[in-house]
């Protein structure tokens, strides 16, 4: 029996979960289309009617499998780099600027002496994060990387995090199954007319729909939720 360790729980809610969902489609598909004629096919080659079961699970996790895959890399390609401006921009880095309004002027000067103790690094003074901006976001993004080693281990931050990974990889699922939904909609309407799975077809087409409408503030909402449990989760211990 696998261990419910931190990168099996973060694989099965922010990858795995993430990507059955956004196969739904594709499974309705598969099942109730290609399967009459594949199957059969299959089922003329031999009479072992376990090989049929083997073939439809085979291609359930390659499908899922490519999901996942895909999901991650159109999430952060074309959803994440573009709401935080390719990480420039994440929470955690935002948080910790002198003129950021989500911590009181001396909780941040806390959160940067403790930064200075436990890295030896210096994040610029309020002026010079005026003048150069950019020079602040890159200070403190080195810092995060350190302070996710320190802190990122916590079961609230992984929580977090692995809740940021499932909705960050369901927007990007959800840009491959909303038009699979409409697919499955035209399919059931006009070619093998099924009037239950047209509008499960339309309901699922909705909600991606949804999603994908919604990421702008999805990701950094979700992205907050971590930025807070993991700056509390340092500053703490």
């Given at each position: 029996?696998?261990?419910?360790?931190?990168?099996?729980?973060?694989?099965?809610?922010?990858?795995?979960?993430?990507?059955?969902?956004?196969?739904?489609?594709?499974?309705?598909?598969?099942?109730?289309?290609?399967?009459?004629?594949?199957?059969?096919?299959?089922?003329?080659?031999?009479?072992?009617?376990?090989?049929?079961?083997v073939?439809?699970?085979t291609?359930?996790?390659?499908?899922?499998?490519?999901?996942?895959q895909?999901?991650?890399?159109?999430?952060?390609?074309f959803?994440?780099?573009?709401?935080?401006?390719n990480?420039?921009?994440?929470?955690?880095?935002?948080?910790?600027?002198?003129?950021?309004?989500?911590?009181?002027?001396?909780?941040?000067?806390?959160?940067?002496?403790?930064?200075?103790?436990?890295?030896?690094?210096v994040?610029?003074?309020?002026?010079?994060?005026?003048?150069?901006?950019?020079?602040?976001?890159?200070?403190?993004?080195?810092?995060?990387?350190?302070?996710?080693?320190?802190?990122g281990?916590?079961?609230?931050?992984?929580?977090?995090?692995?809740?940021?990974?499932?909705?960050?990889?369901?927007?990007?699922?959800?840009?491959?199954?909303?038009?699979?939904?409409?697919?499955?909609?035209?399919?059931?309407?006009?070619?093998?007319?099924?009037?239950?799975?047209?509008?499960?077809?339309?309901?699922?087409?909705?909600?991606?729909?949804?999603?994908?409408?919604?990421?702008?503030?999805?990701?950094?909402?979700?992205?907050?939720l971590?930025?807070?449990?993991?700056?509390?989760?340092?500053?703490?211990?």
């Open positions: 029996m696998l261990k419910n360790s931190p990168s099996n729980s973060y694989f099965f809610y922010g990858r795995l979960l993430p990507a059955i969902l956004c196969a739904v489609p594709f499974f309705i598909f598969v099942r109730y289309f290609l399967d009459t004629y594949v199957g059969n096919i299959i089922r003329d080659l031999t009479t072992r009617e376990w090989i049929g079961g073939s439809d699970a291609l359930a996790v390659a499908l899922i499998f490519l999901f996942m895909l999901s991650r890399i159109v999430a952060k390609e959803f994440e780099n573009r709401v935080f401006e990480a420039w921009r994440f929470p955690t880095t935002n948080h910790l600027l002198h003129f950021d309004p989500t911590y009181s002027a001396e909780y941040t000067k806390r959160i940067h002496e403790k930064i200075k103790g436990d890295f030896g690094i994040i610029p003074p309020p002026r010079e994060e005026k003048e150069n901006e950019g020079a602040s976001r890159m200070k403190i993004a080195e810092a995060v990387s350190l302070i996710r080693r320190k802190a281990t916590d079961p609230l931050v992984l929580q977090h995090n692995a809740e940021y990974g499932f909705v960050r990889n369901l927007v990007g699922g959800s840009v491959f199954a909303f038009p699979m939904s409409l697919v499955d909609t035209l399919t059931f309407s006009v070619w093998r007319p099924q009037p239950a799975y047209v509008w499960l077809s339309l309901v699922l087409a909705a909600i991606y729909f949804l999603i994908i409408l919604l990421s702008g503030w999805l990701l950094p909402r979700f992205g907050r971590y930025a807070h449990a993991l700056i509390q989760k340092y500053m703490a211990g």
